[in-house]
Every structure is written in C-alpha cells, then in structure tokens.
C-alpha cells in the first residue's frame, strides 16, 4: 500500500528555536496532505490543509505565522514550529491522498518537545 | 458535544475474543475511516467506508447511513491488535477534512 514518511519521528529542542517536520508520499504523488497535532490521551486535531503548489489552509485558532506549511512538490510537506515554546510540545501527524481515491495515508507521526 | 461518538472508550478482553466497537455520528457524511494507532503514535488507516461492510483478515467494519452508525469488529483477538481504534467521517464536498472520535483503548491479553 502507498506509503507516508515523517521526519524526525522524534525531536527535542529549545525554547525559541525553530523546528521543521517532514512529510513524504513515497510511492504516490499526494495533492492534498494534512498536518494534525494530538495531545496526550486526546483525539487529531486538525491544523491545515496543503495543495501542492498553493498557499495552505489553516483552521481556526492555528496560528500560520506560528506553523509554516510549505506543500513544494507533490510528494513533499513540510511543517516549521517557529519559535518554539513548551505549549508547543505534542504529537504531529500528517496525512496525504491522491484525490483519485478518496483514500487517506498517515505518517508515522512526529513527537515533539520544547524543553 | 462531540459530531463523531465511539464506545466503548476503553475495553480489555481475552486474546481469542470478538470484539466489537462503535461510532455514531450526527453528521451527513461521504465517508467514514477507521484507524488504528499503534503506542508508537504511528496510525494505520483500516477501512474507508461510504455503504455496507468490508472484510480484511480479521477485521470487519460495517456502516448503516441511515442510521448513522458504524462498528468495527475483530475476530480471534490477538494481543498484537492492542492499540487506540479512531472513527474518523467526512463530510460530504470536495474538502477531505475529516472529525476524529476520541479513539477506543483496546487492550488484549493472552
């Protein structure tokens, strides 16, 4: 089956630092890929959406200035906590289609933590 | 209250066992998702379902639009199927945005 890849899968960094998070489609170009951010014991949340090519889409209350999406390529998205405070710290997972589909692919996922 | 409602929230059962768990929803929707998130964080994209039921190895996931309802069911559990099963629905639309329930807990013991 067609395969996600995040990177790191786990990254520790100090306050006021930036920290960039991958997201790959291996075997499948991915038009639309997702970044959601869970906390302990509670469900996805999803922060935005990503068009290759197009400036994304955040929801409401995400701060974009605070987490930069860059969708460059169809097989490509990258995540950037600028700025990174402690209440950043969580777990970041993206997720990628085809469109042709309907069907949704995850990453591994990326756990974070701003000391 | 929350658009998308699994139950059991927890559940431990005996390997061998079946299990069943739910996920209503209040919402019109063009499809539904089950996940499995493994301790890792990592998830697995089970099933997506827009009518009926579908079957892969021991998993079987079924859906009622009408009445807004969906269940995951396992066969033969086995303590490697111990992992966070989510619900996920999309609304109908061209957005893929999807509403995740809480996840259900299931621990299974040998």
């Known amino acids: 089956g067609a395969v996600v890849s995040q990177h790191p899968s786990r990254v520790i960094c100090k306050s006021g630092t930036s920290v960039k998070i991958e997201c790959r489609s291996l075997d499948f170009q991915a038009t639309t890929m997702f970044w959601y951010r869970q906390f302990p014991k509670q469900s996805l949340m999803l922060m935005a959406t990503?068009?290759?090519?197009?400036?994304?889409?955040?929801e409401q209350g995400v701060e974009k200035d605070k987490f930069l999406i860059n969708h460059a390529s169809l097989t490509l998205s990258t995540l950037t906590v600028t700025s990174a405070h402690p209440e950043d710290s969580s777990f970041y997972i993206c997720s990628a289609t085809t469109d042709n589909t309907g069907e949704l692919f995850f990453g591994e996922g990326s756990r974070l933590t701003v000391l | 209250k929350n658009e998308v409602e699994q139950s059991p929230q927890n559940l431990t059962a005996q390997e061998g066992e079946f299990i069943t768990i739910n996920c209503s929803y209040s919402v019109g929707i063009s499809a539904l998702h089950w996940l499995q998130q493994h301790p890792g964080g990592g998830i697995v994209s089970l099933f997506m379902?827009?009518?009926g039921k579908k079957k892969h190895g021991r998993l079987i996931a079924t859906i009622n639009i009408q009445e807004k309802h969906s269940s995951l069911h396992i066969t033969a559990s086995h303590p490697r199927d111990s992992a966070v099963y989510i619900c996920?629905?999309?609304?109908?639309?061209?957005?893929?945005?999807?509403?995740f329930g809480k996840g259900t807990l299931l621990t299974v013991n040998p």
């Open positions: 996920a629905v999309k609304s109908g639309g061209s957005n893929y945005k999807l509403t």
């Open positions: 379902l827009s009518s």
């Open positions: 990503s068009n290759e090519g197009s400036k994304a889409t955040y």
